[in-house]
């Protein structure tokens, strides 16, 4: 990815090094709702502001949580969790300058993913208020919680924050087998795409409704939440790429990052074998192909993945 020299984002908070606390209970899980692409809700459902102090307590992690720590990601949401074991992998792993330059990197993506959204949403005549980034070390205290680095990169919609140790970069290529500058911002495009869906009601929305869901249907249900940040952050590969940002080889970083990352894959790794009804993100096909229809189209209607099969 074309990145240095880029502007970088002003909405970078630095905690590197600041510490915090132990993952608690984080309160129920924020989810999805009926529609696709840039929706604005008006009442019902709950809105993108009205609805965010309900919010607080809610938090959308990356899939690897379940199998970097051995816990359920919605049992740790639910608050049913009261900790996490450390991660298996070092969360220190890069030199001092090594982050530095992670941090730089994950600026200009931030300041790429304000511009594109900025756009999106000033084409149906709103504003995009936008996310903070909060880079931590180890352990950081959030609107949804006290959090460490073994849950991954996450999104709060208390606070409206993305939360990311930058050591994952390391853990995404060393233990998932996803390397590559153009994986790395996969995977925060994804994130940000969560701060839309809180925007527009998604997330809000799923939360109201899963009080009365199963686990089973919760899950299903979480499936396609993520499946629709995927999509959205290939939406941001297409503007990437008008942008002329990208490399050879950038967008096969990403799909290659999404397959590693995918339900089924992951559990096979860990386990040996699937259990489907635990899919909580998706399964690698499914990851990969709504990656790909946002990377295709470049637009965010394209990323209705509450109607019919995914």
């Known amino acids: 990815m074309k990145w240095q020299g880029r502007q970088r984002s002003s909405n970078i908070e630095d905690r590197r090094g600041a510490g915090g606390g132990r993952l608690g209970g984080l309160g129920g899980l924020g989810g999805l709702g009926r529609g696709g692409g840039i929706r604005i809700p008006t009442g019902g459902g709950g809105g993108s502001r009205g609805g965010i102090s309900s919010l607080i307590g809610i938090v959308v992690v990356l899939g690897i949580i379940w199998f970097a720590t051995g816990i359920n990601p919605i049992d740790i949401?639910?608050?049913?969790?009261?900790?996490a074991p450390a991660s298996n992998v070092s969360s220190r792993e890069l030199p001092a300058e090594g982050e530095d330059q992670l941090a730089d990197f994950v600026a200009v993506v931030v300041k790429e993913t304000e511009d594109l959204w900025s756009e999106q949403f000033a084409a149906i005549g709103e504003d995009y208020p936008e996310p903070n980034v909060v880079l931590f070390t180890d352990a950081v205290n959030t609107a949804c919680g006290a959090a460490d680095a073994s849950v991954g990169p996450f999104y709060c919609p208390g606070d409206q924050k993305v939360y990311i140790d930058l050591s994952f970069y390391?853990?995404?290529?060393?233990?998932?087998?996803?390397?590559g500058d153009f994986a790395q911002a996969y995977v925060l495009a994804h994130e940000v795409g969560h701060h839309v869906q809180n925007l527009t009601g998604v997330l809000s929305e799923f939360n109201q409704r899963r009080q009365s869901m199963s686990q089973e249907e919760a899950n299903a249900y979480s499936v396609r939440v993520e499946l629709?940040?995927?999509?959205?952050?290939?939406?941001?590969?297409?503007?990437?790429?008008?942008?002329?940002?990208?490399?050879?080889?950038?967008?096969e970083e990403a799909l290659n990052a999404a397959n590693q990352i995918g339900d089924d894959t992951l559990q096979k790794r860990m386990q040996g074998f699937?259990?489907?009804?635990?899919?909580?993100?998706?399964?690698?096909?499914?990851?990969?192909?709504?990656?790909?229809?946002?990377?295709?189209?470049?637009?965010?209607?394209?990323?209705?993945?509450?109607?019919?099969?995914?």
């Not at 297409?238 to 002329?244: E, K, R």
């Not at 990656?291 to 099969?309: K, L």
């Open 77 to 83: 949401l639910s608050g049913s969790s009261s900790s």
């Open 170 to 179: 390391d853990q995404l290529h060393q233990q998932f087998g996803a390397p």
């Open 274 to 310: 699937a259990v489907p009804k635990t899919f909580n993100h998706g399964t690698s096909a499914q990851r990969q192909s709504w990656f790909e229809r946002g990377y295709r189209s470049g637009d965010p209607g394209d990323c209705d993945t509450f109607s019919g099969n995914i």
């Open 228 to 251: 629709q940040a995927d999509c959205y952050a290939g939406v941001w590969a297409n503007y990437a790429g008008q942008q002329n940002l990208l490399d050879n080889g950038d967008i």
